[in-house]
Protein backbone atom coordinates (compact mmCIF):
# COMPACT_ATOMS: atom_id res chain seq x y z
CA UNK A 1 0.00 0.00 0.00
CA UNK A 2 0.85 3.55 -0.06
CA UNK A 3 3.61 4.57 2.36
CA UNK A 4 5.42 8.28 3.41
CA UNK A 5 8.88 7.98 5.30
CA UNK A 6 9.65 10.97 7.11
CA UNK A 7 13.42 11.47 8.67
CA UNK A 8 14.58 12.23 11.10
CA UNK A 9 12.42 11.09 14.01
CA UNK A 10 14.24 13.18 16.49
CA UNK A 11 16.12 16.97 15.18
CA UNK A 12 17.67 18.84 17.77
CA UNK A 13 19.04 22.68 16.88
CA UNK A 14 20.50 25.46 18.03
CA UNK A 15 18.04 28.70 18.00
CA UNK A 16 19.03 30.71 14.81
CA UNK A 17 20.04 27.80 13.30
CA UNK A 18 18.31 26.10 10.01
CA UNK A 19 16.48 22.56 10.17
CA UNK A 20 15.21 20.55 7.51
CA UNK A 21 13.03 17.69 8.13
CA UNK A 22 12.44 15.15 4.76
CA UNK A 23 10.07 12.63 3.17
CA UNK A 24 9.70 10.03 0.89
CA UNK A 25 6.45 9.14 -0.24
CA UNK A 26 5.24 5.81 -2.97
CA UNK A 27 2.39 6.24 -4.81
CA UNK A 28 2.91 7.95 -7.91
CA UNK A 29 -0.68 9.06 -7.99
CA UNK A 30 -0.33 11.60 -4.88
CA UNK A 31 -0.50 15.14 -5.80
CA UNK A 32 -1.02 17.17 -2.74
CA UNK A 33 1.46 17.27 -0.05
CA UNK A 34 0.81 19.45 3.24
CA UNK A 35 2.85 19.78 6.12
CA UNK A 36 1.38 20.12 9.69
CA UNK A 37 2.55 21.07 13.20
CA UNK A 38 1.41 19.80 15.82
CA UNK A 39 1.77 20.83 19.76
CA UNK A 40 1.54 19.08 22.80
CA UNK A 41 -2.18 18.09 23.14
CA UNK A 42 -3.26 19.89 20.18
CA UNK A 43 -4.26 18.84 16.97
CA UNK A 44 -2.05 18.98 13.89
CA UNK A 45 -2.83 22.02 11.85
CA UNK A 46 -1.35 22.77 8.21
CA UNK A 47 2.03 25.07 7.90
CA UNK A 48 2.35 24.91 4.18
CA UNK A 49 1.41 22.63 1.54
CA UNK A 50 2.86 22.10 -2.04
CA UNK A 51 1.14 20.21 -4.82
CA UNK A 52 2.55 17.76 -7.75
CA UNK A 53 2.76 20.80 -10.32
CA UNK A 54 5.07 23.04 -7.96
CA UNK A 55 8.80 22.87 -6.99
CA UNK A 56 8.88 24.93 -4.77
CA UNK A 57 7.70 27.33 -2.14
CA UNK A 58 8.13 29.75 0.46
CA UNK A 59 6.60 31.67 3.34
CA UNK A 60 8.77 33.79 5.52
CA UNK A 61 11.09 30.91 7.32
CA UNK A 62 9.12 28.32 5.80
CA UNK A 63 10.25 26.58 2.72
CA UNK A 64 9.28 23.03 0.67
CA UNK A 65 10.72 21.34 -1.89
CA UNK A 66 9.37 18.50 -4.03
CA UNK A 67 11.01 16.40 -6.50
CA UNK A 68 8.60 14.25 -7.92
CA UNK A 69 10.71 12.38 -9.90
CA UNK A 70 12.81 11.19 -6.60
CA UNK A 71 9.39 11.15 -4.93
CA UNK A 72 10.78 13.19 -2.50
CA UNK A 73 9.55 16.24 -0.62
CA UNK A 74 11.30 18.30 2.41
CA UNK A 75 10.86 21.39 5.02
CA UNK A 76 12.98 24.01 5.52
CA UNK A 77 12.83 26.30 8.57
CA UNK A 78 15.57 28.80 8.79
CA UNK A 79 15.92 30.75 11.88
CA UNK A 80 14.36 28.11 13.95
CA UNK A 81 12.75 29.96 17.18
CA UNK A 82 12.01 28.14 20.31
CA UNK A 83 8.23 28.37 19.74
CA UNK A 84 9.10 26.25 16.80
CA UNK A 85 9.22 23.09 18.96
CA UNK A 86 6.79 20.70 18.23
CA UNK A 87 5.46 17.77 16.23
CA UNK A 88 6.15 18.29 12.50
CA UNK A 89 3.96 15.39 10.00
CA UNK A 90 5.04 15.58 6.70
CA UNK A 91 1.93 13.63 4.29
CA UNK A 92 0.85 12.95 0.63
CA UNK A 93 -2.65 12.76 -0.88
CA UNK A 94 -3.67 11.07 -4.00
CA UNK A 95 -7.45 10.69 -4.53
CA UNK A 96 -9.38 10.54 -1.58
CA UNK A 97 -6.90 9.38 1.11
CA UNK A 98 -3.83 11.27 2.59
CA UNK A 99 -0.90 9.03 4.48
CA UNK A 100 0.94 10.73 7.06
CA UNK A 101 4.66 10.33 8.01
CA UNK A 102 5.64 9.23 11.43
CA UNK A 103 6.78 12.69 12.57
CA UNK A 104 9.77 14.22 13.17
CA UNK A 105 9.79 15.77 17.64
CA UNK A 106 12.15 19.17 16.47
CA UNK A 107 14.05 20.78 19.56
CA UNK A 108 15.08 24.56 18.86
CA UNK A 109 17.51 24.74 21.80
CA UNK A 110 17.46 28.63 23.00
CA UNK B 1 -16.93 29.61 13.33
CA UNK B 2 -16.19 26.65 16.02
CA UNK B 3 -14.09 24.96 12.83
CA UNK B 4 -13.80 21.40 14.01
CA UNK B 5 -15.13 20.07 17.15
CA UNK B 6 -15.00 16.73 18.82
CA UNK B 7 -16.51 14.98 22.00
CA UNK B 8 -15.26 13.81 24.57
CA UNK B 9 -11.94 14.97 25.03
CA UNK B 10 -10.96 12.11 27.20
CA UNK B 11 -12.49 8.60 27.66
CA UNK B 12 -11.61 5.42 29.76
CA UNK B 13 -13.64 2.23 28.50
CA UNK B 14 -13.69 -1.38 29.60
CA UNK B 15 -12.78 -4.12 26.93
CA UNK B 16 -15.88 -5.31 25.18
CA UNK B 17 -17.70 -1.65 25.88
CA UNK B 18 -18.99 0.60 23.01
CA UNK B 19 -19.00 4.19 22.29
CA UNK B 20 -19.23 6.88 19.92
CA UNK B 21 -16.74 9.42 19.51
CA UNK B 22 -18.23 12.74 18.14
CA UNK B 23 -17.51 15.10 15.29
CA UNK B 24 -19.10 18.16 13.86
CA UNK B 25 -17.74 21.01 11.86
CA UNK B 26 -19.51 24.45 10.76
CA UNK B 27 -17.48 24.90 7.67
CA UNK B 28 -20.06 23.38 5.21
CA UNK B 29 -16.83 21.14 4.30
CA UNK B 30 -17.69 17.90 2.03
CA UNK B 31 -15.00 16.03 3.15
CA UNK B 32 -14.41 14.45 6.52
CA UNK B 33 -12.21 11.68 7.90
CA UNK B 34 -11.24 10.34 10.93
CA UNK B 35 -7.79 9.17 12.55
CA UNK B 36 -5.72 7.37 14.99
CA UNK B 37 -2.89 8.69 16.26
CA UNK B 38 -0.08 6.58 17.94
CA UNK B 39 2.95 6.83 19.41
CA UNK B 40 6.05 6.87 16.73
CA UNK B 41 3.19 5.86 13.96
CA UNK B 42 1.46 9.89 12.79
CA UNK B 43 -1.78 9.27 11.96
CA UNK B 44 -3.74 6.55 10.29
CA UNK B 45 -6.77 7.01 8.38
CA UNK B 46 -9.55 4.82 10.18
CA UNK B 47 -12.48 6.11 7.65
CA UNK B 48 -13.37 8.64 5.34
CA UNK B 49 -16.33 10.25 3.97
CA UNK B 50 -16.60 12.77 0.68
CA UNK B 51 -20.34 14.05 1.45
CA UNK B 52 -23.40 13.01 3.19
CA UNK B 53 -24.26 9.16 2.93
CA UNK B 54 -21.19 8.24 1.13
CA UNK B 55 -18.05 6.87 3.68
CA UNK B 56 -15.32 4.28 2.99
CA UNK B 57 -12.39 2.74 4.63
CA UNK B 58 -9.38 3.93 5.44
CA UNK B 59 -6.19 1.99 6.52
CA UNK B 60 -7.44 0.68 9.83
CA UNK B 61 -10.58 0.72 9.37
CA UNK B 62 -11.35 -2.69 11.44
CA UNK B 63 -12.94 -2.32 14.95
CA UNK B 64 -14.99 0.67 13.29
CA UNK B 65 -17.76 2.04 12.31
CA UNK B 66 -19.03 5.51 10.54
CA UNK B 67 -21.91 7.03 8.96
CA UNK B 68 -22.94 10.66 7.60
CA UNK B 69 -26.31 11.67 7.84
CA UNK B 70 -25.49 15.37 7.49
CA UNK B 71 -22.57 17.30 5.84
CA UNK B 72 -21.90 18.67 9.66
CA UNK B 73 -21.83 15.45 11.58
CA UNK B 74 -18.95 12.39 11.30
CA UNK B 75 -19.11 9.86 14.19
CA UNK B 76 -17.01 6.85 14.96
CA UNK B 77 -18.60 4.48 16.68
CA UNK B 78 -16.47 1.19 18.56
CA UNK B 79 -18.76 -1.55 18.79
CA UNK B 80 -16.92 -3.64 21.26
CA UNK B 81 -13.55 -1.61 22.39
CA UNK B 82 -10.14 -3.61 22.41
CA UNK B 83 -7.32 -2.53 24.51
CA UNK B 84 -5.39 -1.94 20.89
CA UNK B 85 -7.69 0.54 20.32
CA UNK B 86 -6.33 2.69 23.24
CA UNK B 87 -5.13 5.86 21.08
CA UNK B 88 -5.68 9.94 20.64
CA UNK B 89 -8.33 10.29 17.79
CA UNK B 90 -8.42 12.44 15.44
CA UNK B 91 -11.42 14.26 13.23
CA UNK B 92 -10.51 16.35 9.76
CA UNK B 93 -12.59 17.92 7.28
CA UNK B 94 -12.13 19.84 4.41
CA UNK B 95 -14.03 21.49 1.30
CA UNK B 96 -13.46 19.35 -1.18
CA UNK B 97 -10.59 16.56 -1.96
CA UNK B 98 -10.33 17.76 -5.31
CA UNK B 99 -6.92 18.46 -6.53
CA UNK B 100 -6.59 22.58 -6.01
CA UNK B 101 -10.58 23.04 -4.88
CA UNK B 102 -9.27 23.93 -1.19
CA UNK B 103 -8.50 20.15 0.07
CA UNK B 104 -6.36 21.69 2.75
CA UNK B 105 -7.34 19.75 6.45
CA UNK B 106 -8.38 20.90 9.30
CA UNK B 107 -8.30 18.71 12.40
CA UNK B 108 -10.17 18.73 15.74
CA UNK B 109 -8.42 19.28 18.97
CA UNK B 110 -8.59 15.40 19.29
CA UNK B 111 -10.19 12.65 21.75
CA UNK B 112 -7.72 10.54 24.15
CA UNK B 113 -9.36 7.07 24.36
CA UNK B 114 -8.02 4.30 27.02
CA UNK B 115 -9.44 0.75 26.71
CA UNK B 116 -8.13 -1.33 29.89
Known amino acids: GENVEQHPSTLSVQEGDSAVIKCTYSDSASNYFPWYKQELGKGPQLIID?????GEKKDQRIAVTLNKTAKHFSLHITETQPEDSAVYFC?????????FGAGTRLFVKA | NAGVTQTPKFQVLKTGQSMTLQCAQD?????MSWYRQDPGMGLRLIHYSVGAGITDQGEVPNGYNVSRSTTEDFPLRLLSAAPSQTSVYFCASSYSWVEHIQETQYFGPGTRLLVL
Open chain 1, 50 to 54: IRSNV
Open chain 2, 27 to 31: MNHEY
Open chain 1, 91 to 99: AARGGFKTI
